[in-house]
């Protein structure tokens, strides 16, 4: 029997970033949506979410982290403003946006995803969309007040913070969400030799 793992690879977020997005998640409870909250300590940047893999490909995932590794200097990035994903008359998904060295991020999410296809994994097929999720709607919303509570937060900006690594994640399904577990890292050092 072969055993497989869900796993993701991701930024981690400072606690003073997940502190901020957590006020906002208690902000936002006013408005009275019908959200499945995500736990502010499981609030990440996701560059590559899998599915369930193997333990070789997981050994892959490893080899092309790796490669990153020399090639990238810490990310200065920002929390800002809110939105939902796909739409307001149809949202699934409120999370929070980020800015900052958009250009770098863009590029390092670009050379791991050509970086992976290379050992075996298909090229995502929709555009990168850095966010940092923070609920999952569960059922109709009204979009009138979904509206009024993005309006409010648009001007949101968290403090700036370095992302410096990348994670390749182990993600457990439980009944009371998710548990994370990380199985490799690879620091963002810009080596200057490269």
């Known amino acids: 029997m072969s055993d497989t793992i869900r796993a993701f690879i991701a930024l981690k977020l400072p606690e003073n970033i997940l502190s901020f997005i957590k006020k906002i998640q208690k902000d936002l409870k006013q408005y009275g949506f019908a959200l499945r909250w995500v736990k502010p300590e499981n609030i990440h940047l996701t560059l590559k979410f899998f599915g369930n893999v193997s333990d070789s490909e997981a050994e892959n995932i490893k080899l092309a982290l790796s490669d ?13 403003a809110i939105g939902v994903f796909p739409s307001i008359m149809r ?31 298909k090229k995502e097929d929709r555009p990168f969309q850095g966010h940092l999720t923070m609920g999952r709607f569960k059922g109709r919303v009204d979009s009138a007040k979904l509206v009024e509570a993005i309006k409010k937060y648009k001007d949101i900006n968290s403090d700036v913070f370095a992302a410096e690594e990348i994670i390749l994640y182990k ?15 690879a620091p963002l050092i810009k080596n200057m030799e490269a």
């Open 68 to 80: 990153c590794i020399g090639r990238f200097s810490p990310l200065l990035l920002s929390a800002n």
């Open 91 to 121: 949202p699934k998904v409120i999370w929070v946006g980020i800015s900052g060295q958009m250009p770098m991020l863009f590029s390092l999410q670009n050379v791991l995803e050509k970086r992976l296809e290379e050992v075996g994994f």
């Open 171 to 185: 993600s457990d399904l439980k009944p009371d969400g998710p548990v994370y577990t990380e199985l490799f890292n």
